[in-house]
């Protein structure tokens, strides 16, 4: 299957619409506090860091940029082309590959899977974004891009993160600017239960390797100067059968 058109539609609009500043979008902060704190957990748990990296769901490249500076060959991929675009304008290096892709469609996974090999995944707040009916095939598409080898490591905003949102969102104020055009455009964060996020993946046939709470940090601050911060949940996960060392449980 494939995403709706009316989600495909939403993330299209909302990249058109966004400025290709950099910390313009509201989760688009700087690496350091992001892909850098999540790529120490991550490393360890990657038994062959010279496989291809993904970055999935890449919106404007800020992370894969990093990434593309400490593996040999990243990919960022995305179902929005207007996004792409603003990664590909803001990597005019050609630091990494781009790649407009439906996550939740297998045969696009396969198709890339058939290109790259076996690969190590990252995915950041995406699974939080699907609509419900997206989740499990988004699951089964990762599997299919790790292959038997790679990893993936996944940080999603957990309940709690909800909770903090809806606040925001319901200040007296209204929403803070960056918040208000997520919201705008009909995207909906924070919205799996956190003990759902590993069933996905235990019957797309992973198995969670490691897991742990950092929080998800924003560009965004609160009036009184406060930087927002989400309550997040982040797990490493590979191929059933697997230890996190790469040794086989049988």
């Not at 939080?128 to 997206?134: F, N, R, T, V």
């Amino acid at each position: 299957m494939s995403v709706t058109s009316r989600y495909r539609d939403a993330w299209e609009s909302f990249w058109h619409e966004a400025s290709g500043d950099r910390g313009a979008v509201f989760w688009d902060a700087e690496p350091t506090l992001t892909a850098g704190r999540h790529l120490a957990h991550f490393e360890p748990h990657l038994t062959e860091p010279a496989l291809p990296l993904i970055d999935l769901g890449c919106g404007n490249g800020t992370q894969t940029r990093y990434f593309a500076e400490r593996f040999p060959h990243v990919v960022g991929a995305d179902l929005s082309a207007a996004a792409l675009g603003h990664a590909r304008h803001a990597d005019p290096a050609g630091l990494a590959a781009y790649r407009q892709l439906d996550a939740a469609d297998k045969a696009e996974a396969e198709t890339l899977h058939a290109e790259l090999g076996d690969a190590n995944v990252y995915v950041r707040g995406v699974l939080h974004q699907c609509e419900p009916d997206d989740r499990q095939p988004l699951a089964d598409a990762l599997a299919v891009l790790l292959g038997a080898r790679g990893r993936a490591f996944l940080v999603e905003p957990s309940q709690a993160a909800k909770t903090v949102l809806m606040g925001l969102a319901q200040g007296p104020a209204g929403p803070p600017a960056k918040l208000a055009p997520v919201l705008r455009h009909g995207l909906t964060p924070a919205a799996v239960p956190d003990e759902a996020v590993p069933e996905y993946l235990r019957a797309a046939g992973l198995t969670v390797l490691a897991s742990g709470e950092l929080p998800l940090v924003t560009t965004e601050y609160t009036p009184d100067g406060t930087r927002i911060e989400l309550p997040s949940t982040w797990m490493v996960a590979g191929r059933a059968g697997d230890r996190a060392d790469g040794s086989s449980l049988d």
